[in-house]
């Protein structure tokens, strides 16, 4: 008997610029085999840790090293290369949907309803850079073999990723029905979970904490239509639920640190991989407008010198606050 599970977790949620990026990844395996025991049965393939690369060591190196599937800020930090984590994001991508080419292919294997936000979006309606952008498409392609070895060794199979990419104007939209973004964020990721789960069969949502936000009970009411939610636990690191809608149940794990679990590590490194590159089309866009114009990850702080700096620039092309920033 089968059990799938599905693994959730989100990029940009502390962001004031650029997308909140949610993504769920979906897995089979044995039934009685939990996501806590996959990196044993998984290695040498697969680990939870980046190594450290020896002196001279180069892309040939790179190709044979074991896929790092952990939680996205263990592999990318701001301003440091883009290709481990994108080995990652595109060798998971080929397990579910085959590697895409493009960023376009990207977004319409994992998220194709944002496509229309994008197009009325000026710094990503006419973003469209093959892909990969900087590990080789060797790299890449050895990533999904070495996975693809791993999980027919282990008999678990990755079988969908799908993405929520909410743009700054989307964002603030979406905001306006919820009473905070930690709301927002729960709402948004539940609706994500329900498109995905089968209408029967034994289902396991991973979820890393919304906001610390540790009672989940009435937002599993609502997003799934439930007739039941029977809380299991709820303590300082763990909630836990059993959720009855229609004839089907399924139970819902809302942990602190979740991303030491395969499938909540590999959504952080999915919605990671679309967050970047979607800031790498923001800062290119501004920074061909405004000589001299250091990027921004997009965090607060750092977010005011910006858009100080593009004030007149974003005034003279009229483009509205709510395109540019969000709200909260």
């Not at 999904?144 to 027919?152: E, P, V, Y």
């Not at 979406?174 to 498109?195: N, P, W």
């Not at 004030?311 to 969000?326: E, T």
Request: proline share 6%.
């Amino acid at each position: 008997m089968r059990l799938m599970h599905i693994g959730t977790d989100e990029a940009g949620y502390g962001p004031t610029l650029g997308p909140l990026v949610i993504t769920a990844t979906v897995w089979e395996g044995p039934h009685h085999l939990y996501p806590n025991h996959w990196y044993d049965l998984l290695s040498p393939f697969v680990v939870s840790a980046p190594r450290l690369r020896p002196s001279g060591t180069g892309n040939r190196d790179d190709e044979q090293a074991p896929v790092v599937i952990t939680d996205s800020k263990r592999i990318y930090r701001s301003g440091g290369g883009l290709g481990g984590l994108e080995r990652t994001a595109l060798g998971l991508l080929g397990l579910a949907h085959g590697i895409p080419k493009s960023w376009q292919e990207l977004i319409e294997y994992v998220d194709p309803a944002a496509l229309a936000d994008l197009s009325i979006t000026p710094w990503l309606a006419d973003f469209n850079p093959p892909l990969p952008v900087a590990a080789t498409p060797n790299q890449v392609k050895q990533a999904a073999n070495q996975l693809l070895q791993a999980m027919d060794k282990a008999d678990l199979r990755c079988t969908k990723i799908r993405c929520r990419f909410i743009t700054a104007f989307r964002f603030n939209q979406e905001l306006e029905r919820f009473a905070s973004k930690s709301e927002l964020l729960s709402h948004v990721t539940l609706r994500i979970v329900c498109e995905l789960l089968p209408n029967q069969g034994e289902v396991i949502l991973w979820a890393d904490r919304h906001g610390g936000r540790a009672h989940y009970a009435n937002v599993l009411y609502q997003a799934f239509d439930a007739s039941f939610v029977h809380i299991e636990q709820e303590s300082t690191d763990r909630s836990s639920y059993r959720v009855s809608r229609a004839q089907h149940q399924f139970r819902a794990v809302f942990l602190t640190k979740a991303e030491r679990l395969l499938p909540v590590a590999a959504a952080s490194l999915v919605s990671k991989y679309l967050r970047e590159l979607a800031m790498l089309a923001f800062n290119r866009f501004w920074q061909r407008r405004v000589p001299g114009l250091r990027p921004t990850a997009g965090y607060p702080v750092d977010a005011q010198r910006f858009l100080a700096e593009i004030a007149s620039i974003q005034q003279r092309l009229g483009l509205s606050a709510d395109l540019v920033r969000r709200r909260k």
